[in-house]
């Protein structure tokens, strides 16, 4: 464990907003060879089909690329703005992703996806993070002429309970720590901002672990994000629907659900969550409806992903994309903006019957 916040000192759990429905975009910030002039075609793409919200990471190792002096953190926030900025020009606004450990404080040199040293030094970039992209943040004072789209929801890590994502392995009690220090830190500059626990890959399992490493933690959670990927609409929606039945188990029925990644790749055949491109685009919509006619608490939607480069066959993070280079447009995107229409339809409905 590392000194910070400790779970007694957090607020409790701020209310979520209505549900919002959107794409990732982290591909097109992070992906080298894309102009700017293309990244905004894209995202003015991703606005036309009625998405409200953007999901893309916040680069750690890039934004602090030099450990604390006298513990004085110093900050580049050359990506982070861009990103920011691209965002609020189109009117998406910005989920980012807190991710990872910058160089210096890796507990594994080299491994950018093992945790921090100091899960309070963690604490201090998404503090920071939030107060200059919050409301009223700094970034929003000093670019007047972009709309104020301030982030309200901060996602702590990826998948930190995959092996992948958190190196070596996955760890409840470390990550319990870092959700908690970093939760602690973004409230004392925005207590309305929403700390998500990381988008779980097997939340099922996670959760009761996370909860026996810290009980504390219990009524402190703001939200949790998930990636419920599966091989149909339904398998996606099985996998909302046992999340939601783990959290009314563990006294924690009213935490919002995020589902912050679902998609398929086309390519290669035989790949992790492959599907025939002839059958993508009914599967989005589909899926999009049926989580947002689901009654879990889905409080966001997040396709995995709006754009990838199609550029290599044989390696399938290259083909979830559903813009691809240079098109106008694709079955996927008509599908994926019918799906939004009629998620946002349920939605309402819902609000005009009451509870």
């Given at each position: 464990?590392?000194?910070?916040?400790?779970?007694?000192?957090?607020?409790?759990?701020?209310?979520?907003?209505?549900?919002?429905?959107?794409?990732?975009?982290n591909l097109l910030f992070i992906l080298r060879g894309l102009t700017a002039a293309q990244v905004d075609a894209q995202l003015k793409a991703v606005h036309a089909t009625g998405a409200t919200l953007a999901r893309a990471d916040a680069l750690w190792e890039l934004?602090?690329?030099?450990?604390?002096?006298?513990?004085?953190?110093?900050?580049?926030?050359?990506?982070?703005?861009?990103?920011?900025?691209?965002?609020?020009?189109?009117?998406?606004?910005?989920?980012?992703?807190?991710?990872?450990?910058?160089?210096?404080?890796?507990?594994?040199?080299?491994?950018?996806?093992?945790?921090?040293?100091?899960?309070?030094?963690?604490?201090?970039?998404?503090?920071?993070?939030?107060?200059?992209?919050?409301?009223?943040?700094?970034?929003?004072?000093?670019?007047?002429?972009?709309?104020?789209?301030?982030?309200?929801?901060?996602?702590?890590?990826?998948?930190?309970?995959?092996?992948?994502?958190?190196?070596?392995?996955?760890?409840?009690?470390?990550?319990?720590?870092?959700?908690?220090?970093?939760?602690?830190?973004?409230?004392?500059?925005d207590p309305g901002a929403l700390v998500l626990v990381g988008g779980l890959s097997a939340a099922v399992t996670f959760l009761p672990q996370l909860l026996d490493a810290d009980p504390g933690l219990r009524g402190r959670i703001d939200g949790v994000a998930i990636?419920?990927?599966?091989?149909?609409?339904?398998?996606?929606?099985?996998?909302?629907?046992?999340?939601?039945?783990?959290?009314?188990?563990?006294?924690?029925?009213?935490?919002?659900?995020?589902?912050?990644?679902?998609?398929?790749?086309?390519?290669?055949?035989?790949?992790?969550?492959?599907?025939?491109?002839?059958?993508?685009?009914?599967?989005?919509?589909?899926?999009?409806?049926?989580?947002?006619?689901?009654?879990?608490?889905?409080?966001?939607?997040?396709?995995?992903?709006?754009?990838?480069?199609?550029?290599?066959?044989?390696?399938?993070?290259?083909?979830?994309?559903?813009?691809?280079?240079?098109?106008?447009?694709?079955?996927?995107?008509?599908?994926?903006?019918?799906?939004?229409?009629?998620?946002?339809?349920?939605?309402?409905?819902?609000?005009?019957?009451?509870?």
């Amino acid at each position: 464990m590392t000194s910070g916040p400790t779970t007694n000192s957090l607020a409790p759990a701020p209310q979520a907003p209505g549900e919002q429905l959107g794409a990732n975009v982290n591909l097109l910030f992070i992906l080298r060879g894309l102009t700017a002039a293309q990244v905004d075609a894209q995202l003015k793409a991703v606005h036309a089909t009625g998405a409200t919200l953007a999901r893309a990471d916040a680069l750690w190792e890039l934004s602090e690329p030099s450990p604390p002096v006298g513990g004085i953190h110093r900050y580049d926030w050359t990506f982070d703005d861009a990103v920011a900025a691209s965002l609020a020009a189109n009117r998406l606004r910005w989920l980012p992703i807190v991710d990872y450990s910058a160089g210096w404080a890796r507990s594994l040199p080299g491994q950018d996806h093992s945790p921090p040293r100091s899960s309070a030094d963690y604490a201090a970039y998404g503090a920071a993070l939030a107060a200059r992209y919050g409301p009223g943040g700094v970034f929003w004072r000093a670019h007047p002429e972009l709309p104020a789209m301030p982030v309200e929801e901060f996602e702590i890590w990826n998948e930190p309970d995959s092996v992948y994502f958190w190196t070596p392995r996955p760890d409840a009690a470390r990550y319990a720590q870092l959700y908690a220090d970093a939760r602690a830190a973004i409230h004392a500059v925005d207590p309305g901002a929403l700390v998500l626990v990381g988008g779980l890959s097997a939340a099922v399992t996670f959760l009761p672990q996370l909860l026996d490493a810290d009980p504390g933690l219990r009524g402190r959670i703001d939200g949790v994000a998930i990636h419920p990927y599966g091989g149909s609409p339904a398998a996606v929606l099985a996998k909302v629907v046992a999340t939601r039945r783990t959290l009314e188990r563990l006294g924690l029925a009213t935490v919002p659900l995020y589902a912050t990644e679902f998609g398929w790749t086309t390519r290669p055949p035989g790949a992790l969550d492959y599907l025939p491109a002839r059958l993508r685009p009914h599967y989005i919509e589909r899926t999009l409806q049926a989580l947002a006619s689901s009654g879990c608490n889905v409080a966001t939607t997040i396709l995995y992903t709006w754009y990838s480069p199609q550029s290599d066959p044989h390696n399938s993070q290259y083909w979830y994309g559903i813009s691809p280079p240079g098109a106008r447009g694709s079955l996927d995107v008509t599908a994926f903006s019918a799906g939004l229409r009629a998620a946002q339809r349920q939605v309402q409905a819902r609000r005009d019957r009451g509870c």
